[in-house]
């Protein structure tokens, strides 16, 4: 359990970049699982570039995501984004 909770938090940092690879700050991001219609939140994340990283990070986090989750957050232009496994980006 121990090394799989090293290894989540180990891409999670690989995987959300940081500052020299994208966005300066961190946005919190949703993830959720089920349908644009029918969905649950499975959690949240800080992450850099949430347009790049998000939908890997919420998938490789939450293991109810069964590789199938989506993520949302709020753009610089405070407009509300989501993105699924397919990249697909869509509004809710």
């Given at each position: 359990?121990?090394?799989?909770?090293?290894?989540?938090?180990?891409?999670?940092?690989?995987?959300?970049?940081?500052?020299?690879?994208?966005?300066?700050y961190q946005v919190n991001v949703?993830?959720?699982?089920g349908t644009e219609n029918?969905?649950?939140?499975?959690?949240?994340?800080?992450?850099?570039?949430?347009?790049?990283?998000?939908?890997?990070?919420?998938?490789?986090?939450?293991?109810?995501?069964?590789?199938?989750?989506?993520?949302?957050?709020?753009?610089?232009?405070?407009?509300?984004?989501?993105?699924?496994?397919?990249?697909?980006?869509?509004?809710?």
């Amino acid at each position: 359990m121990l090394l799989a909770i090293c290894i989540a938090v180990t891409l999670g940092i690989t995987l959300s970049g940081g500052p020299l690879f994208g966005q300066s700050y961190q946005v919190n991001v949703g993830c959720y699982a089920g349908t644009e219609n029918q969905y649950v939140q499975v959690g949240n994340l800080d992450v850099f570039n949430p347009s790049a990283k998000a939908v890997g990070l919420c998938n490789a986090i939450y293991n109810d995501c069964y590789a199938r989750c989506w993520a949302c957050w709020t753009d610089s232009e405070g407009n509300s984004v989501c993105k699924d496994v397919s990249g697909r980006e869509f509004s809710r």
